[in-house]
C-alpha cells in the first residue's frame, strides 16, 4: 500500500466543532502539502513541510488553520471553530525532496461538510 | 500574482473524439508546467514538461509546452468515457521547494 492516505474520507461537522484531518505521506517522502479544493475553485495551497518543519504556511486562511508533522511522517491539519465557508475537499501531496522538480502524489482527500 | 489559465473550462466530446485541452501561466520563476487527471477527488499524475518544443506520450494522451506562448496543450485522441475527469494545469515555481500553482482544470465528459 505504496500510496498517500488521508482520514476521514467524509467529515460532517456543525458550525463552530473542531475537526482534525489526517495525511499519511508515502515512506520516505521528506516534503509533504496540505491544498484544499473548494466547489467551483481551484486547488488552494495550504501549508508545506519539509521534515516536521513548516516554512511555509502563506496559505493558511485564518488562525483557525493550523497543521503540524511529526517524526517526519503522519501530519494533522486542524480547524478549530469551522465555519459553513470551510466546507471543501482537503488533499494532502508527498513528494520525495522538496528542491528540484519532484511530482507529488495525491492522496484520496477528505471531504469537509460545515452545516 | 502568479496565475494558470486553462481553457476550455468544460468539453464534451464523443467516444472517439479528439480534444485539445489549453493552459496558459503568467508566473514568476518558472520551473515545470505539470499535467494532473482528477477523477473523484485525487488527482493523478500524467505529465512533466520542462522543455521547449518536446512532446510527452503516453498512449492515447499527449503534451507540449510552449515557453515562448507561455502554453501547453494535452491532446487527447480516440477518446472513451474513461477519459471523463477534470484535467488539471499545474505550473511548478523555482522556489526552492515545490511550490505548485494550478490552473481551475477543464471538465472532460465523454460520451458513449
Given at each position: 500500500g505504496a500510496g498517500v492516505s488521508q482520514s476521514p474520507s467524509n467529515k460532517v461537522t456543525e458550525k463552530g466543532k473542531d475537526v482534525e484531518l489526517r495525511c499519511d505521506p508515502i515512506s520516505g517522502h521528506?516534503?509533504?502539502?496540505?491544498?484544499?479544493?473548494s466547489l467551483g475553485q481551484g486547488l488552494e495551497f495550504l501549508i508545506y513541510?519539509?521534515?516536521?518543519?513548516?516554512p511555509d504556511k502563506s496559505g493558511l486562511p485564518s488562525d483557525r488553520f493550523s497543521a503540524e508533522r511529526t517524526g517526519g511522517s503522519v501530519s494533522t491539519l486542524t480547524i478549530q471553530r469551522t465555519q459553513q465557508e470551510d466546507s471543501a475537499v482537503y488533499l494532502c501531496a508527498s513528494s520525495v525532496l522538496a528542491g528540484g522538480a519532484k511530482t507529488q502524489y495525491f492522496g484520496p482527500g477528505t471531504r469537509l461538510l460545515v452545516l | 500574482e502568479d496565475k494558470v489559465v486553462q481553457s476550455p473550462l468544460s468539453?464534451?466530446?464523443h467516444e472517439g473524439d479528439t480534444v485539445t485541452l489549453n493552459c496558459s501561466y503568467e508566473v514568476t520563476n518558472f520551473r515545470s508546467l505539470l499535467w494532473y487527471k482528477q477523477e473523484k477527488k485525487a488527482p493523478?499524475?500524467?505529465f512533466m514538461l520542462t522543455s521547449s518544443?518536446?512532446?510527452k506520450k503516453s498512449g492515447r494522451?499527449?503534451?507540449i509546452l510552449d515557453k515562448k506562448e507561455l502554453s501547453s496543450i494535452l491532446n487527447i485522441t480516440a477518446t472513451q468515457t474513461g477519459d471523463s475527469a477534470i484535467y488539471l494545469c499545474v505550473v511548478e515555481l523555482n522556489s526552492?521547494?515545490?511550490t505548485l500553482t494550478f490552473g481551475k482544470g477543464t471538465m472532460l465528459l465523454v460520451s458513449p
Open positions: 521528506t516534503a509533504l502539502y496540505w491544498y484544499r479544493q513541510f519539509q521534515g516536521n518543519s513548516a | 468539453l464534451v466530446v493523478t499524475f500524467l518544443g518536446i512532446e494522451l499527449s503534451s526552492g521547494y515545490s
